[in-house]
């Protein structure tokens, strides 16, 4: 039984060490995930954005004959979706407001699956994914590579060297 005993103890040393190790390479990979999907997506609504810029007309005019957009007029949901994409995917790619950006984007990516009525079911499914990703940024934060992160580095910094600077005096 003892036996047993020491066998078992000396595998499973290395291997929780090993999953540790592991445990801790994956982790690192965090920020950079967190940028990749922001990457991702501000591009995805960039090029909607820069399209609907591009021809303004057809924008608007597909604002006012395709698009059944709820409550609001044609022109004024084609400025508001313009502003949302181009603004949005702007915050989301710098990081800065970042919940902001991922929060405004994924009410866009809602209010565009429901008010086009022709969308096929692959491209409902890309808007539901695309929904996933915004949601676990809005709800995660845009991560340790953004200026959400940079700025917040900065106050603690600024507000250390405050209160340093009051306990010498």
Partial sequence: MTHDLDFLQRTALPVVSAYRRMIGILESLIPVFDLSVRLYLAHIFWKGGMVKLSSWMSTVMLFTMVYDVPILPPEVAAYLATAVELGG???LAIGLAGRLGAFSLFGLNIVAAI????????????AFYWGILLMYLFLHGPGLLSADALL??????RKFTSI???KVS
């Fill in 115 to 126: 008010s086009y009525a022709q969308l096929s079911e692959a491209a409902l499914k890309e």
């Fill in 164 to 166: 340093a600077d009051q």
């Fill in 89 to 91: 995917s702007f915050l």
């Fill in 152 to 157: 917040q580095y900065l106050f603690r910094q």
